[in-house]
């Protein structure tokens, strides 16, 4: 069973994404595409344009600003709590280009479980189209 946690800067008041949908999407796409069945908590950031495109610069020396950005962390064996990783998004970027949290939640979530749209985008196509039969 995955858990969120969800945390919003002020400046992001207006990203709509509430827990329980958060919660019931990570646990559909874990559920659908982990190899492994697991227990763990998805760390969600909904940030302002300025922090995510620091982090984007901090971490990926790339100076623009994006709308998501995905951090796997290795689960610890014996911890008390497993953490897949966070995820970061821009409501203000995402709403510029006209995309969904919920779509970007789910290409972080893809992230945080080894998909990687650039070097196998094939898997990754395969991912999402499985994604798409199961919540449609």
């Not at 709509?16 to 950031?45: P, W």
Request: with cysteine; charged share 35%.
């Amino acid at each position: 069973m995955i858990k969120v946690d969800i945390s919003r800067e002020k400046e992001t008041a207006t990203g709509k994404l509430s827990r329980s949908r958060a919660l019931t999407l990570s646990n559909r796409i874990v559920g659908l595409l982990a190899k492994n069945k697991f227990s763990a908590t998805i760390e969600i950031f909904l940030v302002s344009r300025e922090r995510i495109k620091k982090l984007n610069i901090d971490f990926r020396r790339n100076p623009n600003e994006t709308d998501v950005l995905s951090f796997p962390q290795n689960c610890v064996i014996g911890a008390k709590e497993n953490v897949l990783g966070t995820v970061f998004i821009s409501p203000e970027v995402a709403e510029e280009r006209d995309e969904e949290i919920e779509t970007l939640l789910e290409h972080g979530i893809l992230h945080l479980l080894g998909f990687d749209h650039e070097k196998k985008p094939k898997l990754w196509r395969e991912a999402i189209e499985k994604i798409k039969k199961e919540l449609i």
